[in-house]
Nanobody, 126 residues
Framework: QLQLVESGGGLVQPGGSLRLSCTAS????????IGWFRQAPGKEREGVSC????????NYADSVKGRFTISRDNAKNTVYLQMNSLKPEDTATYYCAADSRVYRLCVISPSAFGSWGQGTQVTVSS
């Protein structure tokens, strides 16, 4: 059974860093697009970043370009989201998601992903 577990969230001051992990079980994540999404209270879920199956191409939302980096460790079946220069507006619950559909480059849209983790809370505050 396909399962995704997020970890690494927490409370951090503005300008700080966190690294989120998305560990997959029940499937080989190398053959899946993995995406990171976030949802703040009262707001819609928005795409943050994704990494493509097979060739590992990456895609980022404009709001996080230059600050966040997505990467994959196939040996650990884990995808990471390194978040630097965090801002209060980055506060949200962060979710990872997986899907095996083939795209030229992964799409950072909730509709492009069929399997989801439970989320991890990130709070950026002084």
């Amino acid at each position: 059974q396909l399962q995704l577990v997020e970890s690494g969230g927490g409370l951090v001051q503005p300008g700080g860093s966190l690294r989120l992990s998305c560990t997959a079980s029940g499937f080989n994540s190398h053959y899946y697009n993995i995406g990171w999404f976030r949802q703040a209270p009262g707001k819609e879920r928005e795409g943050v970043s994704c990494i493509s199956r097979d060739d590992g191409g990456t895609n980022y939302a404009d709001s996080v370009k230059g600050r966040f980096t997505i990467s994959r460790d196939n040996a650990k079946n884990t995808v990471y989201l390194q978040m630097n220069s965090l801002k209060p507006e980055d506060t949200a619950t962060y979710y990872c998601a997986a899907d095996s559909r083939v795209y030229r480059l992964c799409v950072i849209s909730p509709s492009a992903f069929g399997s989801w983790g439970q989320g991890t809370q990130v709070t950026v505050s002084s």
